[in-house]
């Protein structure tokens, strides 16, 4: 494929404002995949594809993304698109990203690829956190954004404003006067339609939707303002490459995906794998060259510049890894150079990692030993890059650090999933030292939250007692808030004010307030001890099965964390004690494992086998527990 005929181009958006969806679209509609439910005519093929009322959100491929709706990887896909006959066949490389601020590496690193980006924009919710966190590593690299504003025929859609807010937030990154030059679509990406006129958008009914032309827009404005690729693509040129995403295949292994940065590829050539300080970390010859069509892999006998690419056949290397051409006539004095890559923002929370040391460890897992656990730990950190392992303070432990409690509680579920047993210690922010004054500076958290104004004291004050710091306070319509959180409260719109409420509050003051959608700002000096006011534990005295007749009197004491026929042992937290006033009787409360992980003190820790999640202290010896709490509140005095 020509390079003036091919456009590389990355999605991205705040958490739930339509990307997946998007995607979705735009492969069905460019006749890649087949539609859903009747005949569609593709846009691809230059007709008017007619839109599609669901979609099936076929990017967000496995198991945990489809079970919790949100994308977790980012996913590269291509279609075909034939504006007219003159213009021929153009080549559109799409890569769908995750909204969620705790995968923002998965957004950092696919930037390298792309030569554009279409930032999604929820009509109704306007620009969030996240989308000010995707935009500013977009702007800081060159790339000129396409704006699309999503969800625009919702009655709660108000674009007069959010098209206002979306350039100050522009003017507030420093957006160059070519970057502020956008273009803006108005959509709807889950009925599969998208205009360039505010004044052509479509009722909510399916006559209207039925008479539009589909994503053709949008895939005529990714080919007028999406620059092709300009990279060196002669033979005589060196093939070099930086590896963004690791696959694996059970017929070929594993498989190196990235960008053609310079020269081209075929199956049989030579690669040595350096890191980004020009070390040798692998090499080998190419087995397979693959590129994504749809859903499907696809192999070709040649790779060209610009391409998105996963070689086969490469031993060693790993992410942010340059592959380049072995052949020793093109490399510089002193060996191999590495391609510039993307700086990656650092972890801000952690946790300490064992293997499962209680009373019921191996009943139900098969990967036991602490040895398994750090192997399994080292090799996910190879492909993620926003997270980082290092030695625990015992020896049979790991640090694992991470961007949030989701991002390190998508990793504790995949290996319980794998089979792994462990023990998971309170989540702790990652402190780090200002290297001018010596002073230790906290990671702090830019919170957004749309609440109805009766609870914002509460959300206020709650929050205030976090450290968190108010930045603004804003009245909004009632519709406005009504439609940006939808579903959160179970009242009708109208049913009073809406206020949207900014503050800074450090990183480990919202672990366990799940508010909002948060995302990393910055990093400010440590605040000092934070008071959240959480109760004190029940917990279990003896070992066996939790009966009935056992927890009925005990709900008269807190909430239970476990149903009748539990298993429990003596040191397990069952439950979470009432307040000294007003003791009500509750029903068990059913944690699963981020609320555990959220909620546990310092002096406990979370098991987490393939079938149980178990809050427990970390002394399992009541008396030595005890002697411990005895000695600290002695030195405390």
Known sequence: MPMEKMRNIAIIAHVDHGKTTLVDQLLRQSGTLKPLGGSTTAAAAGGDGTAENHTDRVMDSNDLERERGITILSKCTSVFYTPTKEAGTHLINIVDTPGHADFGGEVERILSMVDGVALVVDATEGPMTQTRFVLSKALARGLKPLVILNKSDRPTSRIIQVESDLFDLFATLGASDEQMDYPVLYASAKQGWAVTDQDAIPKQDTTAVSSQTGMKPLFDMILEHCPPPKLARK?????????????????????????????????????????????????????????????????????????????????????????????????????????????????????????????????????????????????????????????????????????????????????????????????????????????????????????????????????????????????????????????????????????????????????????????????????????????????????GEASAYAIAPLQARGVMFIPPGTQVYAGMVIGESSKALDLYVNPPKVMNMEESIAYMADDEMVEITPKSVRLRKTELDMNKRMRSMKGKQGVKK
């Open 235 to 543: 033979d005589t040129d060196p093939f070099s490459m930086i590896t963004i995403q690791i696959e694996s295949d059970p017929y070929v292994g594993t498989l190196y995906l990235g960008r053609v940065h310079s020269g081209v590829l075929r199956p049989g050539d030579a690669v040595t794998a350096i890191d980004t300080q020009g070390n040798k970390v692998g090499e080998g010859r190419v087995k397979k060259i693959y590129v994504r069509v749809g859903m499907e892999r696809v192999e070709r006998e040649e790779a060209g510049a610009g391409e998105i690419i996963s070689i086969a056949g490469i031993k060693g290397g790993g992410v942010n890894v340059t592959l380049c051409s072995a052949d020793e006539k093109y490399w510089a004095e002193g060996g191999p150079q590495p391609l510039p890559s993307t700086p990656i923002d650092p972890p801000t929370i952690s946790v300490v990692m064992h293997a499962n040391s209680s009373p019921l460890a191996g009943t139900e897992g098969t990967k036991l030993t602490s040895q398994m656990l750090k192997e399994r730990i080292y090799r996910e950190a190879l492909t993620d890059v926003a997270l980082s392992v290092l030695p625990g303070p015992t020896s049979d432990s790991v640090e694992v650090r991470g961007r949030g409690v989701l991002h390190l509680g998508i990793l504790l579920e995949t290996l319980r999933r794998e089979g792994f047993e462990m023990l998971v210690g309170p989540p702790k922010a990652v402190l780090r030292k200002d290297e001018d004054t010596g002073e230790m500076l906290e990671p702090v958290e830019e919170c957004t939250i749309v609440v109805r104004e009766e609870y914002a004291g509460g959300v206020v004050q709650k929050l205030t007692q976090r450290k968190g710091d108010m930045r603004s306070y804003d009245v909004v319509d009632e519709d406005v808030g009504a439609g940006a959180t939808a579903g959160a409260e179970g009242d009708s719109a109208g049913s009073g004010g809406w206020v949207r409420i900014e503050m800074d509050v450090p990183a480990r003051g919202l672990i366990g307030y799940m508010a909002g959608e948060f995302g990393n700002d910055a990093y400010e000096p440590y605040k000092g001890a934070i008071e959240t006011g959480r109760n004190g534990s029940l917990i279990s005295m003896a070992q």
